[in-house]
Structure formats: C-alpha cells, structure tokens
C-alpha cells in the first residue's frame, strides 16, 4: 500500500502539469470509466458522444461485464479499443488517463475518489458520493488538497430547466420560499429471498466488497438491489432519492439542518430487503433568523402524482408509475419540478399559471468542459455541494435506524448529546480498503 500510495503522489505531480495544457475545446480528454454494468454504462454512452474524448480504460470486478462493455466501445459507439483491468488500483498507475468516471456500488465511491485524487486525476463519481458522513467529509477534504476538479452525478444541477427554476425562485417568483417536498415514488417490486452460493467465475467478489464486511454471495446483495442493503446501499433515498434531496436543498438555499427526524419501515414484502422501502423525513434549517423546512418522502409502490409530477397534463404520453421530483412552497405560490428537464409554478391563491421550462442537460458533458477549462466556478455539481446533501440523507438514515429525532449543530456538522447517533457518522472499514482519516 505505501508503494501504492508513492506511485499515486508521482502520478499526482505529472497530471497537474499536464492538466495546465487542457485550455481549449479542441483538447483530448483521455476518460476512464469505472463500475460500467448499470449507470456505468450511461457514462461509457455519453462519453462516446463527445468530441475529442477518448474512453481509454475501463474497470469492472466482472470479466463478463467488462468483456461485454468492451465490446460495445468499438462496435455499438465506434470507438478505439480500450485497456481493461479488474482492479482500480492498476488502472491509476496509468499515467495517460486524464480523468476517471466512478460508477460502482455506494460504498466504494469516496475510497475510490480519493484513490483517484492521490494518483492526479479528475474524477466524476456517482451519486451518493459517500456512504456515511466521515466519507462526505475526507473526499471534500481530498479534492481540497489534490486541487482536482470533481463532480457529483446529482445531473439536475446541469439541467436548463433546473437552472431556470432556480433564477425564478432566487428572483422572488414564489415568494418566500419556506418548504419544499422532495418526492421519491417510484414503482419498486419485491426482491424476495435468495440463497447463499458461490459468487459467478467472472467476478472478484473480494474486491466487489471492498471496504464492506465480507457476507456469503447471494444474488440479492449483488448487481443493483445492493442499495438495499445497508452493508453497501443507502436504500431508495440515497438512491433516487439523493437526486432530490440534492435539488430541495440546493433551491431552498440551505446547508445542514438543526433537527431531522424519521419514520417508516418495509410494508407488504417479506424479502431480504434491510433499508426501509417507505420513509418519510422531516428536516428542519434555520436561514437568517428564520426556519425553513425539507420533507423526503419515499414510496414504494402504489401513488398519486403530486402536483401534476408524473402526470401527463405538463406532458405529452401517457402518465408514469412514479412520482419523482420536488415541490417547492412560497408566499405567493408554489413550483413544480418534474425530474431532471422541466419545471412549472402557480401562483397566487388561484394558482395561475406562471412560468414554466422544458429543457435538460448533461452532468458528464459540465464535467469535461471543466476538465479542459479548469475553471471549477463553472462546475454544475461541485463535490462539496454533493457531499453536504449526502449528509441529510445520511442523517434521515441514522433517526430512522435509531427511531428518534437527531438535534444537530450545522456550525460543526455534529450531531448533540447522542453519541450512539454519532458512531454512526462512520464505520468499521475491511483492510486495507480503509477510507483515510488523513488523507
């Protein structure tokens, strides 16, 4: 690990000097991608669309994923062959790769970032950026010290009609902004139970699991329902659900909370499924001498479309089985946003229609514009935004699991009086995949 870590800080000192040379739009950016089955594979999708980026390296735990993926990169996106490797570690001893786009399971993201950062790359890294509130803390404080530029996969920060929201609330549209709703209704089945056996051939199990305890294979904490488990997942709300935390929190113009509290549980289902697969949070900041107030509201099946969120009466097509995005309440009315690409309000004690947008954008393009223009002001989703919405998840988690209401002091992101609350803000990390306490 020391000889590790040498080569990293090496690698460190030859990328700044080669990063000062990305000044224009016309330079190549070199990308790994790495964790490409699932969300992955949209990295691997949207960078094959952009000029002068080269996908040059991709990493995956599984032969059969990354066989696959790699096959894709030269017939599906007409792209060069790329370098394959199983472990991260090796892939950073490259000193080619400019940059490196994290999409593997929630656990690994902040060991993975920081890895990254000490080997001198830029780094995109999947949302949530962090398992657990030490995590949020040690990768802002590595992207601090190793002055990289990294982005959070929270892509509504990129959105036109994101943007456009937020100039319209910031301007006085609503009034005064007092409450927002952030919704998570997504249509999610049961996962039922599943055996113990030996992982698949094709995958290194031991490196999947990485900073996590090491439990027996089974095909339920394996390929996607992993966020369900609190070993490597943070359930629906820091799954879907960080998106929207992101977002309330982010045009309620707020930062960490003064209290939270938590209730829900898993109804209908008996399965393996250990996060609750319907919760409900309240958080409640203090913003210039006055209170502001954020509700998370997860379902799991069966739901209404929440000021129109879903519907198809602001769409054409038919409605949707789920219900995801935000609702933002103010003095003089109150706005919608559905998703990632559209916006609209009503105001007055009539509703009347008041603006509205349809239009989104692109997180990995931001990304790499910034990766060439090195201006991070220009970044959509800086890593110390992502990280501090991270927290409020985390912190929903933790009065959930504890069953009572966290009091908090935002100054010094800690939690009052509760040590049991406060032991969870970290974990026991399996050597030597250990998230630093220096890094």
């Not at 602001?314 to 409605?319: A, Q």
């Not at 109150?334 to 009347?352: E, H, K, N, P």
Request: proline fraction near 4%.
């Amino acid at each position: 690990m020391e000889r590790r870590h040498f080569l990293m800080t090496t690698a460190a000192a030859t990328a700044t000097m080669k990063a000062s040379a990305l000044a224009s739009p016309n330079d190549t950016v070199r990308v790994a991608c790495v964790g490409i089955r699932g969300q992955g594979n949209a990295h691997i999708s949207n960078y094959a669309r952009m000029k002068n980026v080269e996908i040059v390296a991709l990493c995956d735990v599984d032969d059969e994923v990354l066989n696959r993926r790699a096959a894709e990169l030269e017939t599906k996106h007409q792209r060069p062959k790329a370098k394959l490797y199983k472990d991260i570690r090796k892939l950073l001893e490259d000193k080619e790769i400019d940059a490196v786009s994290i999409a593997t399971p929630n656990h690994w993201h902040t060991l993975q970032t920081i890895w990254s950062l000490q080997a001198g790359k830029d780094v995109y890294v999947e949302k949530p950026c962090s398992h657990n509130v030490f995590e949020s803390k040690q990768i802002v404080a590595a992207a601090e010290k190793y002055g990289r530029v990294v982005a959070h996969g929270t892509n509504s920060r990129s959105s036109h009609s994101v943007l456009e929201a937020k100039r319209q609330i910031d301007a006085g549209l609503i009034g005064d902004v007092y409450m927002t709703r952030a919704l998570i209704f997504k249509w999610r089945d049961t996962i039922g139970k599943a055996p113990e056996e030996a992982p698949p051939a094709t995958v290194d199990y031991d490196m999947w699991t990485g900073p996590a305890p090491k439990r027996p294979f089974t095909k339920n904490r394996f390929h996607y329902n992993w966020h369900w488990f609190w070993d490597t997942g943070n359930g629906d709300i820091g799954n879907q659900g960080i998106h929207e935390v992101d977002l309330s929190r982010w045009l309620l113009g707020v930062d960490w909370p003064t209290k939270v509290t938590s209730i829900g549980g898993k109804f209908m289902f008996d399965d393996d499924q250990e996060t609750p697969n319907t919760i409900t949070s309240l958080l409640e900041f203090e913003k210039d001498g006055k209170k502001k107030m954020m509700t998370i509201d997860v379902r799991h099946w069966m739901t209404n479309h929440e000021a129109e969120i879903g519907a198809a009466t602001k769409r054409e097509g038919k409605p949707s089985s789920n219900t995801v995005g935000n609702v933002f309440y103010g003095s003089k009315g109150y706005l919608a946003v559905d998703g990632y690409d559209a916006f609209w309000s009503y105001l007055g004690r009539d509703a009347q229609t008041g603006p509205e947008e349809f239009k989104g954008g692109n997180n990995w393009q931001n990304f790499i514009d910034v990766v060439r223009s090195r201006d991070k002001s220009e970044l959509g989703a800086p890593i110390a935004e992502g990280a501090t919405s991270c927290d409020l998840m985390h912190l929903a988690n933790i009065s959930y699991t504890l069953g009572r209401t966290l009091h908090l002091d935002p100054k010094t992101r800690t939690v009052k009086n509760d040590p049991e609350a406060a032991k969870m803000f970290t974990r026991n990390y399996r050597k030597p995949y250990v998230v630093p306490e220096k890094v």
